[in-house]
Nanobody
Framework: QVQLVESGGGLVQPGGSLRLSCAAS????????MGWFRQAPGKEREFVAA????????YYQDSVKGRFTVSRDNAKKLVYLQMNSLKPEDTAVYYC????????????????WGQGTQVTVSS
């Protein structure tokens, strides 16, 4: 069955870095765009970053541009989110998702979702 499993979350001080990973199985990973979303307590789930099926195109929410980098390894069926210069407002549960069509930033266009990994930025 389809699985997306995130890892790499944790507690980090402001200004620190984390790298999230998402392992995919059960579908043709190299045919899907992959996205990262996050949801803070009491807030709606929001788009963070996306990467197209080949890894040749990326797209970011304005608030993370220059700080976060999304990448993928199709051979290993992994997608990554490198997060640098973390801020307290980056605290959220981070989700990876897969979309067969296009290169979307809307969560409604994603077909598969992981369970999420908690990122907490605090001193």
């Amino acid at each position: 069955q389809v699985q997306l499993v995130e890892s790499g979350g944790g507690l980090v001080q402001p200004g620190g870095s984390l790298r999230l990973s998402c392992a995919a199985s059960g579908f043709t990973f190299s045919s899907y765009a992959m996205g990262w979303f996050r949801q803070a307590p009491g807030k709606e789930r929001e788009f963070v970053a996306a990467i197209n099926y080949s890894g040749g195109r990326t797209y970011y929410q304005d608030s993370v541009k220059g700080r976060f980098t999304v990448s993928r390894d199709n051979a290993k069926k992994l997608v990554y989110l490198q997060m640098n210069s973390l801020k307290p407002e980056d605290t959220a549960v981070y989700y990876c998702a897969a979309a067969l069509s296009g290169f979307p930033s809307s969560l409604y266009e994603y077909d598969y979702w992981g369970q999420g990994t908690q990122v907490t930025v605090s001193s």
